[in-house]
Structures are given as structure tokens and as C-alpha cells.
């Protein structure tokens, strides 16, 4: 467990403002606890103090992850998030979209959302912010980037792409042997 | 009479004065011809070993090399220049070996990853068949070399090409370069079998184009090329430190740093804050994306 160099740091926050916006720091600056990122193996972990040091009794080579993984840096340093830091993404997101029970299915096996499956938007999405997907009975089933503003959603026809696909929580399936 | 007893006599002071052939063993000898060794495997008798000890032994010493020379008699004899002589059947006992076993060559860069991926030396035939010439050729040695100068008496000037490029030149500098990287990786094996510390080659010189990393690595090195580790050089907006497998041992000053210590909660928390300030604050006040959306929204609202 490292903890993330300045460039990361940035690299990091810089992606997870994208969906989240100025909420970051209430991943940070916590009442409860302090919570930190440390990185093992390319792979970025959000993770409480308390937890840490159990898991620093542990030796580093047998250590296969600890806290929540919020996802990896690329080879080419890029940061991608996985599905599982919906937990702590979803509640502080101030851009959603729920998605009709009909399309719930497409985009849970790693499709993009069409226009046609567009129950709801947040008012005034710009393009290419990062969103919460939501069925329309409010539960979060992944996240991706909005592909079109709210403006522009309503003029678009029914098959043209909404929001691009990023997670979904069907990958805890999918993808079962490379989460952590 | 006389004359028989005379005889008998003889015989049994020549009798007194050799002692006898036969040799009566509790339990048998072990033999291996081949060493001229035998085992004794009987007890001995600690009365007589405390008794008279040399006698003894030598006795019972005695006793064994005729049991041994027995058998060597037992083998078909030859005669060679006036010796009789016996030919041993191979030996049968494992001696140790002095010296110790000798360590196997450490293996090369290339062998390490053929092991490990698998890949097995293939056997090609000495002689090729080849088909523009009509005959067998070698892979390698002179009558390789005649029958290669045998078909390019010609080489094209490829399109691509400076039309005025010697192409015996360049085919002869490149198999030369071929050599001479050969030559490097063969003493770079054996530096990495002797552990010897190489001393590092800087940028890779290359004949024709750099790639993009390869010149980002070079401008990072050059930036870190002064005497301050290039820590007072002004910044490019969008410049970025090259990144990569090797490329870290290359830059001045990078190898010698020490791990940051870990920051304590309070200091890391404050930090990770200071940086999510900066981004958060980098961003435009006046987002163009988002005011026209807004205003598209308030038209269509109207």
C-alpha cells in the first residue's frame, strides 16, 4: 500500500470531480474517521486510517487489496474507475439519470443509453459530465458520461446515444475475476 | 623310502613357509574386482585386537588379500610380454567425486525468456536448397557469402529511397550493426553473469527517426541535465515527464532520491485538500458548455 504520488493525486481527483464535483472533499474530510487513498499495484483503494494499519500487519506480498477499490491507474497514467466506487459516488452526484425499466437491461450488459431509454435527467447536465445512473426507482446501477446536454436530449431521436457507458453493476458478474 | 620321505619333507617346509590359500570366512566377503576391493563384514575378535593388536590385524589383513587375489586369479588370464596379466570387469562401487559439482552456465537473456515462454531451439539443415541459383547452399561460410554476392549483383533502389543511396553500402553497415548489438548483448550477458554493475548507455542513438517517448525522455533528461537536477527550469503548460520501464535510471538525480516518508492523517488529509482546492479552482468561472445549454433551456421553457 503507497500512498499516491502528487501527479496521481491530481490525476485522481481530477477524474472523480468529474462525477462528483466539489463533494470530493467529503470523501477526505470525514466525521467519522479518516479516510485515505493508497494505491497497490496500479490499483487506487480509498480506505479508513483504522483499517490501514490492520492491513499493514499484513506483508505487502500477500496483501491483495484492503478498503474499496475506486479503480486502476492505466499504462499510460490514466485513472479508470470501477464500478466499485458507485458505493461512495452515487449519494454525492449531483448529475443523474434514471433509466426506464426497459433499458435497465442493455445498459447492465455494458451498452451506452439511448434516448429511447431515457426516463429522467438532471436538469442542465453539460456535456460530457460524469452521471449517476439510476433505475427509476432510485438505485444506483452504474455511471458514465453524458454523451449530450439536457437541452439537447430533448431534440435528439430515439436511437441516438445519451450517456456513454463507463460501469455498470453487472461487471461484479461480468468481471468478477479482475475487481477487487 | 628315503628318497619319498626326503620329498614329503620338503614339501611341508615349502608348505610351513607359505601360509595357506584357502581362507575360512564366518560370513562372506564382499568383492568389487574392478577396485581391487573387499569388504569385510565380520566382527572382529576383541580378545586378540587387545591381545596382540598388530599381529592381528595384519593377519586378518592378510587373509582377505588372499580371499581378494583369489578371485582376481579366478578371471581369464592373458600373457603380454612375458606378464601374466588380468583384464578387471568395469567397477561396480560409487566413488565421491573430489571437486564439487561443477554450477551450470548461467543462462543467457534470450535462453531465460525462451525457457520461460517455452520456445525450443529449432534445428535447421546445413544446406539450403535455393531456387534462384538451382543448387545447394550452405548457412553460412564462404560458399554462403559466393552465392549471396552470386545473386545480388543487382539490388533495387527501393521508392522510398534517396535514388543515389549505395544499397551495398547500406546492406554492409547494417549487417555490421547486426554484429556489433550482437557483440553488446553477449557482454551484456556476461556483466549480468558476473554481476557486474553496467554503467548506463544514455539515450539509445538511433540512425533514422526517434520515436515520441524516446524524445521525451531525451528532453526530460536534458531538462534535468544542470547542476541544480533541473529543479529551477521553467515548465512548458501541457509538458508532461516521460514515463516508462528504464526510463526512470536515466534521469539525473532521480535514483538518488529517497522515499517521501508516509505523511501522518492530518498532513496527508490537508494536502490531498490543497490539491482538490487547485483543481477545483482551476476550472473557468464561466463554463461556455453549460451557459448555452442554460440559455437554450430558459428559451425553451419560454
Not at chain 1, 16 to 38: E, Q, S
Not at chain 2, 69 to 88: C, D, M, Q, Y
Request: one cysteine or more; a positive charge.
Amino acid at each position: 500500500m503507497k500512498v499516491l504520488s502528487e501527479e496521481r493525486t491530481r490525476i485522481l481527483f481530477e477524474k472523480l470531480t468529474k462525477y462528483i464535483g466539489v463533494n470530493v472533499k467529503l470523501l477526505i474530510d470525514r466525521p467519522d474517521g479518516t479516510y485515505c487513498f493508497r494505491e497497490k499495484k496500479d490499483r487506487v483503494y480509498y480506505i479508513s486510517e483504522k483499517l490501514l494499519h490492520l492491513a499493514q500487519t499484513v506483508k505487502p506480498d500477500n496483501l491483495i487489496a484492503a478498503g474499496t477499490c475506486f479503480g486502476k491507474f492505466t499504462k499510460t497514467n490514466k485513472f479508470r474507475l470501477h464500478i466499485t466506487a458507485l458505493t461512495y459516488i452515487a449519494p454525492y452526484a449531483p448529475f443523474k439519470i434514471w433509466v426506464k425499466p426497459s433499458a435497465e437491461q442493455q445498459f447492465l450488459y455494458g451498452h451506452h443509453i439511448i434516448k429511447s431509454g431515457l426516463g429522467r435527467i438532471t436538469e442542465n447536465t453539460p456535456k460530457h459530465q460524469g452521471v449517476v445512473v439510476q433505475t427509476m426507482s432510485d438505485i444506483p446501477i452504474g455511471f458514465g458520461v453524458a454523451a449530450r446536454t439536457t437541452a439537447e436530449c430533448r431534440s435528439a431521436d430515439p436511437l441516438a446515444t445519451i450517456v456513454f457507458h463507463q460501469a455498470d453493476i453487472g461487471e461484479y458478474i461480468r468481471s468478477e475475476d479482475t475487481l477487487t | 623310502m628315503e628318497i619319498v620321505n626326503e620329498i614329503l619333507d620338503r614339501e611341508q617346509k615349502k608348505a610351513e613357509k607359505y601360509k595357506p590359500i584357502i581362507v575360512d570366512k564366518h560370513l562372506e566377503v564382499e568383492f568389487d574386482i574392478g577396485t581391487l576391493l573387499a569388504y569385510d563384514s565380520n566382527d572382529l575378535d576383541t580378545k586378540l585386537l587387545n591381545s596382540n593388536t598388530d599381529e592381528y590385524l595384519q593377519s586378518l589383513a592378510r587373509d582377505n588379500t588372499q580371499l581378494l587375489l583369489n578371485k582376481v586369479w579366478e578371471l581369464p588370464t592373458e600373457r603380454i610380454e612375458e606378464a601374466i596379466v588380468v583384464r578387471l570387469p568395469p567397477p561396480t562401487t560409487v566413488l565421491p567425486r573430489a571437486k564439487p559439482v561443477p554450477k551450470p552456465r548461467p543462462l543467457t537473456k534470450w535462453e531465460e525468456f525462451a525457457k520461460a515462454k517455452g520456445i525450443n531451439k529449432k534445428k535447421k539443415d546445413k544446406l539450403q536448397w535455393d531456387e534462384q541459383l538451382q543448387k545447394w547452399v550452405p548457412l553460412f561460410g564462404f560458399k554462403k557469402a559466393a552465392a549471396e554476392k552470386e545473386k545480388n549483383w543487382l539490388i533495387e533502389v527501393p521508392q522510398n529511397v534517396d535514388p543515389m543511396t549505395d544499397m551495398y553500402e547500406k546492406k554492409a553497415s547494417e549487417k555490421s550493426e547486426k554484429v556489433a548489438k550482437n557483440e553488446l548483448q553477449r557482454l551484456k550477458n556476461i556483466a549480468r553473469a558476473r554481476k557486474v554493475k553496467i554503467p548506463r548507455v544514455g539515450l539509445p542513438v538511433t540512425s533514422d527517426k526517434a520515436s515520441a517517448n524516446q524524445l521525451a525522455t531525451a528532453a526530460t533528461v536534458a531538462k534535468a541535465s544542470t547542476a541544480s537536477l533541473g529543479k529551477f527550469q521553467d515548465k512548458l503548460p501541457k509538458e508532461k515527464e516521460a514515463r516508462g520501464k528504464g526510463v526512470h535510471e536515466l534521469i539525473p538525480g532521480k535514483e538518488r532520491k529517497r522515499k517521501a516518508p508516509i505523511p501522518t492523517p492530518q498532513a496527508e488529509k490537508e494536502h490531498n485538500l490543497n490539491v482538490l482546492d487547485n483543481i477545483l479552482n482551476k476550472r473557468p468561472k464561466i463554463d461556455m458548455d453549460k451557459a448555452v445549454a442554460r440559455h437554450i433551456n430558459t428559451e425553451q421553457i419560454q
